[in-house]
């Protein structure tokens, strides 16, 4: 079946500090990739995706590339500021529909 | 545009009470439609799913059900309510890998 290993926090940087968070993933077909964030007190957001390998997703200085060598979807930022203070989740989709959570990074970003 | 609706925002609840959450969707037709779980520290959980009317999946053995009584209607519901039913949930629907989420009802059962 389809799973997804994120990587465990809670993670706490300073402000214009480099983030990274793993995130690997296993499933029988050729899945697409998200990275969805949850601000807190609020649902989740669609934060990038990349459906098919060597796929780069981007949004708000947030990338991840799609590396089906090492089956890997790694979320980096290079400056993260106070707002980026939430909970990111790693996702896959296969050809079902259905999303595959990983069990969710929280981050706190200090100014 | 796609819109989602999910309510109550939050929800306290006795044990045994019975439950009922509503999610509605705008702007599509004949959507997948997905009820979620976040437990407290742990990450999302798929609870059923509906591809149609009346077509209900379920993912996990639980104390919960599910209906879909229209093409853009989604409830979730329970007879009895458990402590550890507790949690934050989430209606999602999707079309061609494109995921939208509703903004979740916290339920806590006391």
């Known amino acids: 079946g389809n799973s997804v290993t994120q990587m465990e926090g809670p993670v706490t940087l300073s402000e214009e500090a480099f983030l990274t968070i793993n995130c690997t993933y296993t499933a029988t077909g050729y899945p697409s990739l998200f990275w969805y964030v949850q601000y807190p007190g609020e649902g989740l957001q669609l934060l990038l995706k990349?459906?098919?390998?060597?796929d780069k997703g981007s949004n708000k200085g947030f990338e991840a590339t799609y590396r089906k060598e090492t089956t890997s979807f790694h979320l980096e930022k290079g400056s993260v500021q106070v707002s980026d203070s939430a909970v990111y989740f790693c996702a896959l989709s296969d050809l079902d529909y259905k999303l595959s959570f990983g069990a969710g990074t929280t981050v706190t970003v200090r100014a | 545009s796609q819109t989602i609706h999910q309510w109550p925002a939050t929800l306290v609840q006795p044990v045994g009470s019975p439950l009922s959450l509503e999610c509605t969707v705008e702007g599509t037709s004949n959507p997948n439609l997905y009820w979620y779980r976040q437990a407290a520290g742990r990450g999302l959980q798929l609870l059923f799913y509906s591809v149609g009317i009346g077509q209900i999946s379920s993912e996990v053995p639980q104390n919960l059900s599910a209906s879909r009584p229209q093409d853009r209607q989604f409830i979730l519901s329970s007879k009895k309510l458990l402590l550890s039913d507790s949690g934050f949930y989430l209606c999602a629907w999707s079309e061609d890998y494109g995921y939208t989420f509703g903004s979740g009802t916290r339920l806590t059962v006391v």
């Open positions: 990349a459906t098919k390998a060597d």
